[in-house]
Nanobody, 115 residues
């Protein structure tokens, strides 16, 4: 059974940073492209970033490019998202999932950027 458990969110001031984590299980994490997605209140879920199975290639939404960094640890089956220089508009629930063949969404982790 596929499980995705996100953590690391919180309340942070504009300009602040957080490191989000996603613990994955129930599938071959080391062979799977992964991604981060987010959903703000009243808006649809949107793409944030993806990373290939080997970690060689990454891709980012224009709105987060240069501020967010995706990475992975295959030994721990964990996906990370370093979010920096946070803006109020980054406020959302952040989710991880497989890039292709999406699994059921986890509970997400809430990031709130506010002064």
């Amino acid at each position: 059974q596929v499980q995705l458990v996100e953590s690391g969110g919180g309340l942070v001031q504009p300009g602040g940073s957080l490191r989000l984590s996603c613990a994955a299980s129930g599938f071959s994490f080391s062979r799977t492209d992964m991604g981060w997605y987010r959903q703000a209140p009243g808006k649809e879920r949107e793409f944030v970033s993806t990373i290939t199975s080997t970690g060689t290639f990454t891709n980012y939404a224009e709105s987060v490019k240069g501020r967010f960094t995706i990475s992975r640890d295959i030994t721990q089956s964990t996906l990370f998202l370093q979010v920096s220089s946070l803006k109020v508009e980054d406020t959302a629930t952040y989710y991880c999932n497989r890039r292709f063949g999406r699994a059921a969404w986890g509970q997400g982790t809430q990031v709130t950027v506010s002064s």
